[in-house]
């Protein structure tokens, strides 16, 4: 199947732990995108990279650090993780090339609970 | 910077009846607008969108149209049913690759 997917679907860990998110996508796109949803429904853009390159950096603390292998793969890393970290990471992609407005596709999302 | 707003939620309506949720954006330039649906334990899914003034986007039933004068993307259905029970999302997109979400309206629909 054609998708974006991420892993682990869920994520359980205490404060103060480091924990990463996974996400590739088959797609064949090449911008790929980390959202933060809260437990309002609220999207905030995190990260975003074009052909492994970092294209958007929102105000988000510097213990979330994305990591770009190559253009299908976008990798989040939380270091030192407290309760308010606790949403659900979605990860997205689109295909700058198809179109400006080309929509993004998301993956299930990560649900993480940081007890 | 963009921003939008969407009418608060959650909208409850019986099966067949009308539906409108209301969208209106802050943007510079022309934004592209959006319509974005999450289903329970789903990522979100573009329902359709519309790209310059005018245009109206459409599918499943589901319009919207870009009107550049009130700055609006209002979602409308003519009969809704109890699968369409989701929560919807205006994004636009206007600077540089970013796309901005509104806060999300949950719609349940009960036969």
């Known amino acids: 199947d054609t998708a974006v997917s991420q892993t682990p679907k869920y994520l359980v860990t205490q404060m103060g732990n480091d924990k990463s998110i996974k996400c590739e996508q088959n797609l064949g796109h090449d911008t790929m995108y980390w959202y933060k949803q809260d437990s309002k429904k609220f999207l905030k853009i995190m990260f975003s990279y074009n052909n492994k390159e970092l294209i958007i950096n929102e105000t988000v603390p510097n213990r979330f650090s994305p990591k770009s292998p190559d253009k299908a793969h976008l990798n989040l890393h939380i270091n030192s993780l407290e309760l308010g970290d606790s949403a659900v990471y979605f990860c997205a992609s689109r295909n700058l090339l198809d179109s400006y407005n080309s929509p993004l596709h998301f993956g299930n999302g990560t649900r993480l609970t940081v007890t | 910077g963009d921003s939008v707003t969407q009418m608060e939620g959650p909208v409850t309506l019986s099966e067949e009846a009308f539906l409108t949720i209301n969208c209106t954006y802050t943007?510079?330039?022309?934004?592209?607008l959006f319509w974005y649906v999450q289903y329970p334990g789903e990522g979100l899914q573009l329902l359709l969108k519309a790209t310059k003034a005018d245009d109206k986007g459409s599918n499943k039933g589901f319009e919207a149209t870009y009107r550049k004068e009130t700055t609006s993307f209002h979602l409308e259905k003519g009969s809704v049913q109890v699968s369409d029970s989701a929560v919807y999302f205006c994004a636009l997109k206007g600077g540089y690759q970013k796309v901005t979400f509104g806060t999300g309206t949950k719609l349940q629909v009960i036969p």
């Open positions: 943007a510079t330039g022309y934004p592209s």
